[in-house]
């Protein structure tokens, strides 16, 4: 099954057609990759861009590594 990254990490159905999407697995794996981005810079020398889009690049290219 091919995984684009905006299917939901976490469905939850609640009952009488309504559901709770929450995260998209894309922002399940930025998020994640955020923590470890976070967790090792202890020095502080990244800024907050460069650890958000590094998280978002690794996140991406987790999706693609996923789907070959």
Do not use: C, H
């Not at 990254?5 to 469905?11: E, H, I, K, L, Y």
């Not at 609640?14 to 995260?23: H, P, S």
């Not at 800024?47 to 070959?68: F, G, H, R, W």
Request: hydrophobic fraction near 45%; proline fraction near 1%; aromatic fraction near 6%.
């Amino acid at each position: 099954m091919e995984n684009n990254g905006d299917q939901n990490a976490f469905p939850l159905d609640l009952g009488e057609g309504m559901a709770q999407l929450g995260l998209t697995i894309r922002e399940y794996f930025a998020a994640k990759a955020m923590v470890g981005i976070i967790a090792q810079d202890v020095n502080n020398q990244y800024t907050t861009k460069s650890i958000v889009s590094s998280a978002v690049a690794l996140a991406d290219a987790l999706i693609e590594e996923l789907n070959k």
